[in-house]
């Protein structure tokens, strides 16, 4: 008998000891977000080659060796947490993270923002993806992928450029009628301004009624610059001068369904208008007295559903929807990320806005990335480079927010694993004390 047995069988135990390795690091990884277990693949190990009396060539094996440790890229369970800015994968991919200029990949999607408003991993590094275009306001993705960072906690305010007022004015009411509501306008500092919009009926004609609402647009003249505190009366945001008892400004026009039909400001034209949005001239306002001006503004007509906002039908008086598109300078209340990876800002003026994009990353080989730790890997030979695109791209997967995806190590086949392991070792070990046997007895022999 040769010594082939005590390496042969070593190598089993050598390869039985890297596979109880490899389960004990899947796991004391069990409860890592983001893990990708690992399994151990061997190979036989040929040596001897010799020919049978019968001429057939037989190869003897000289025990096993470890041919690959593979990951596993399968999915793991998702879990919800707490936190806003946490995401889960669902599908393929790996989020973009930078570390000092070395771009890596990961499947753990725990982020927080540090001091700096940088998106960043638990262990710190820069959340990578598409960023906002600082001249547009969009996502750019010709800017390339660049480290995610939140702007400014404040946001400047917006002026009021349109409005709309859903009501209906009582048809049934006679000529001299007065209905007010009111309009909130923010000026270019973003300051709250409470318009009255006054309108009052007017039918003129005998053969054919015309129904008419003048109306005017007013805000207290003490409201501007110069203006004495004390001053009670009304300027018209349409004409610049004082407003009258009776609204003048412009009118609404109805036909004999109550449907409105036109709308103007100025004088009554020979021809009624085609009914359309009204642009206001509120340029022609002077100045605040806190310095700010007012916008032109647009009155809309037409609803969304392409209909009359307002109309004359005998029915009560009644304002049944008010909007404008104004807002004071408002400061982050929560941020928030889509399943495109989109990462939008919250503003407690009711404002929100993209701030950046996660991207995910695609390899043609995932399972060859090169391990870097913390569930970090990097791009190897046999990996390929990375495609790089948004959550929901063709072939990409998508994001759940405030969720986690849990390590995909299965408990009961790991431990199924280290009982066969647990038993190649022994059985490995076996056959040398045995080899060790049959050589003693070999060598008592000679005596």
Request: glycine letters at 12%; a negative charge.
């Amino acid at each position: 008998m040769g010594l082939n047995t005590f390496s042969t069988a070593l190598s089993g135990m050598d390869s039985s000891t890297m596979g109880l390795n490899v389960v004990g690091n899947n796991l004391a990884n069990l409860n890592t977000v983001g893990f990708k277990g690992s399994d151990v693949l061997f190979s036989e190990v040929l040596g001897q080659q010799f020919s049978t009396p019968g001429g057939n060539v037989n190869h003897l094996g000289l025990g096993s060796q470890v041919q690959a440790i593979r990951t596993s890229s399968s999915q793991g369970g998702i879990q919800t947490s707490n936190n806003p800015l946490d995401v889960a994968i669902q599908g393929q991919g790996m989020l973009v993270v930078n570390d000092n200029g070395t771009r890596m990949y990961t499947r753990a999607g725990s982020m927080r923002l540090d001091a700096d408003g940088n998106l960043v991993s638990t262990s710190g590094l820069n959340m990578q993806g598409y960023t906002r275009n600082p001249i547009s306001g969009a996502i750019d993705r010709s800017l390339g992928i660049q480290n995610i960072q939140v702007p400014s906690t404040l946001i400047a305010p917006t002026p009021t450029t349109q409005f709309e007022v859903g009501m209906n004015l009582d048809g049934r009411q006679p000529t001299g009628t007065q209905f007010a509501t009111s309009v909130q306008l923010f000026d270019s500092f973003g300051a709250s301004h409470v318009a009255n919009l006054t309108l009052q009926k007017e039918v003129s004609g005998t053969t054919t009624p015309v129904t008419r609402w003048r109306f005017d647009l007013t805000i207290p003249a003490n409201q501007l610059a110069g203006a004495n505190p004390a001053d009670t009366s009304s300027l018209s945001l349409l004409t610049g001068t004082t407003a009258t008892a009776n609204p003048a400004a412009g009118a609404l026009v109805f036909d004999g369904a109550g449907n409105l039909t036109s709308a103007y400001v100025g004088a009554d034209p020979a021809t009624n208008p085609p009914l359309a949005d009204l642009t206001l001239p509120t340029g022609s306002v002077p100045a605040l007295a806190n310095g700010g001006t007012l916008s032109p503004i647009t009155w809309n007509m037409i609803s969304g559903s392409g209909v009359p906002s307002i109309s004359g039908y005998a029915s009560g008086n009644e304002v049944t929807t008010s909007s404008q598109n104004g807002s004071f300078a408002g400061t982050m209340s929560s941020l928030s990320i889509q399943s495109n990876g989109m990462l939008s800002a919250v503003f407690n003026n009711g404002k929100t806005i993209d701030v950046g994009q996660l991207v995910l990353a695609q390899f043609r080989n995932v399972d060859a990335l090169t391990a870097q730790g913390g569930g970090l890997f990097t791009e190897s030979s046999n990996s390929g480079e990375a495609r790089l695109g948004a959550p929901e791209d063709s072939g990409q997967g998508k994001l759940i927010s405030s969720s986690l995806e849990l390590s995909n190590v299965d408990l009961a086949t790991e431990l199924t694993r280290v009982i066969t392991y647990q038993r190649g070792y022994q059985a490995s070990a076996r056959m040398i004390t045995t080899a060790d046997q049959i050589l003693q007895e070999t060598l008592n022999i000679r005596q």
